[in-house]
């Protein structure tokens, strides 16, 4: 009878254990539940205000337990093709960042993330097409960005609002040209710079050409202007030089007729193979017979008959 009450007592505790085990859950502090009594749902506990996240309690094996996340989730886009209304196709990368503000209305609405994540999709894609497509591709690259932005994530909160789900943040990550349009974009701004490079280059070409036509013109006149000024110099020079021989003359006529005599001589009997084929008795010879230069020179004695000019060679000998 002992061992029956004890099975007994064992048995009872056991099914009070499992119910009690089955009665009790937890909510976190970043969940949010719905206690379901067969698929009603009977409470919703979000804990905030007065609710406390902690123990709960609820019908063993008659309700069930829902719980979904607080924090912030995310939802990756992926890239689509939009034609804005410049007639520019562009590859649009975004992403958003939502959480749940309404369980009640998140669980009658999708159920789950996963459901969730593809109506929001849905929504993000449609908003975006409709208002990048009426705008430029300038104003969606760098002028108007974050206006859009803006406009796109009120438009899909005004959506996702019927799920419960609240958009904290929508950003486009990358937006580029496809690639074969960034080809045809790359070749046409490299045709332009070339064009613009040939400009340039001409326009440069030109002024080169301009700067070396008035250099040259500067260096004629500069050379001319030089030229008239030494040839000015150079008879100034000469009339000098000839003014101051003049007075030289005029002060002695004996030693300026030496003098130039000499560089006469200097000057004519240069060299080793030097000949002068003229009379001794010429007055260039004057200062051989006689060194003051008065007398004129006497011809040289020779054998009867000879001609006077025959000693030339030998007189010219003498003076080189």
Not at 188 to 208: C, L, N, P
């Amino acid at each position: 009878m002992n061992q029956a009450l004890r099975t007994g007592l064992i048995v009872v505790a056991a099914i009070v254990a499992i119910g009690l085990y089955a009665s009790v859950f937890v909510v976190g502090q970043m969940q949010q539940a719905l206690v379901l009594q067969f698929g009603r749902v009977r409470a919703v506990l979000n804990p905030t205000g007065e609710e406390k996240p902690g123990l709960y309690f609820k019908v063993p094996f008659a309700e069930t337990v829902v719980t979904f996340d607080k924090r912030v989730l995310d939802l990756d886009l992926p890239v689509q093709t939009i034609l804005t209304a410049d007639r520019q196709n562009l590859e649009v990368d975004a992403f958003a960042r939502y959480r749940i503000l309404d369980p009640l209305r998140f669980y009658q609405s999708v159920g789950n993330i996963g459901l969730a994540n593809q109506r929001l999709q849905s929504f993000t894609n449609s908003s975006l097409r409709s208002v990048l497509a009426r705008s430029t591709r300038d104003a969606i690259v760098k002028s108007e960005r974050g206006q859009l932005m803006h406009n796109i994530q009120e438009d899909v909160n005004r959506q996702a609002k019927s799920l419960g789900i609240e958009i904290v943040d929508l950003r486009m990550t990358r937006v580029d040209l496809p690639a074969q349009n960034s080809a045809a974009v790359y070749r046409r701004m490299k045709t332009e710079r070339e064009r613009e490079a040939a400009d340039i280059r001409a326009t440069g070409e030109q002024a080169a050409a301009g700067i070396r036509a008035r250099a040259d013109r500067d260096v004629t006149v500069i050379l001319a202007e030089a030229t008239q000024k030494s040839e000015q110099l150079r008879g100034q020079g000469d009339a000098d030089k000839n003014r101051i021989l003049a007075e030289a003359f005029g002060k002695d006529r004996d030693f300026f007729a030496f003098y130039r005599s000499m560089q006469a001589y200097e000057t004519g009997l240069k060299g080793p193979d030097t000949r002068l084929v003229i009379s001794p008795n010429t007055d260039f010879f004057r200062y051989f017979s006689d060194p003051r230069g008065q007398g004129a020179p006497q011809p040289a004695a020779g054998r009867p008959g000879q001609d006077p000019s025959a000693t030339t060679g030998s007189t010219a000998g003498a003076a080189r």
